[in-house]
């Protein structure tokens, strides 16, 4: 029954009642009967029009998990080839453009003061964070050494495509 018909049922069925019934107060305590639960009827449709207000909200503010795990498995991916030191695999794999120059990957569209040295792509990743932009998305990492600890940032256009991996501040 659509929520639309249920007033009219309802005065169908006080009509119908009503001619059944000789006693008005018999009636009357009918009417109230039915009122009371077309009123309680009415608080559960608003309970549960709020409860789903809030699950929509809910599922918007998830992050796309499968996405993030794209982009981690191309992070790893990059790092492999950095370390296996296969730089001419990684730009056309991944068809981006840099120079290697005394152990320092400059990507080209990054300044020159942003790089990432080739030697620690070996060493274990922790993630750190996701950051999805409407430009792209950034990922970020932590990888240890013995000596210190390096923020690593790859970031990724609109469509999730690799464009570069430096070391952050």
Same mark, same amino acid.
């Given at each position: ?20 019934? $000789? ?18 009827? $009415? ?8 409860? #789903? ?14 996405? #993030? ?13 950095? !370390? ?27 300044? !020159?003061?942003?790089?990432? /040295? /080739?030697?620690?792509?070996?060493? /274990? ?6 950051? /999805? ?26 469509? $999730? ?9």
């Amino acid at each position: 029954m659509s929520y639309f018909t249920r007033p009219a049922c309802f005065v169908f069925a006080l009509l119908l009642l009503s001619a059944c019934f $000789n006693n008005d107060d018999e009636v009357e305590v009918l009417v109230l009967e039915y009122e009371a639960k077309f009123a309680d009827q $009415n608080k559960q449709i608003s309970k549960l029009e709020e409860e #789903l207000k809030l699950a929509e909200y809910e599922k918007e503010q998830l992050v796309d998990i499968s996405g #993030l795990q794209r982009l981690d498995h191309s992070a790893r991916s990059v790092m492999r080839l950095i !370390d296996e030191e296969e730089f001419e695999e990684l730009k056309s794999e991944y068809n981006v453009d840099f120079e290697v120059e005394d152990e320092k990957i400059y990507f080209e569209e990054l300044d !020159d003061h942003f790089y990432f /040295p /080739p030697k620690i792509a070996g060493l /274990p990743m922790y993630f750190a964070y996701y950051n /999805p932009q409407d430009e792209g998305s950034e990922v970020g990492y932590f990888i240890y050494d013995h000596d210190r600890k390096y923020d690593i940032i790859f970031k990724y256009s609109k469509d $999730n495509e690799f464009k570069y991996v430096f070391i952050g501040g």
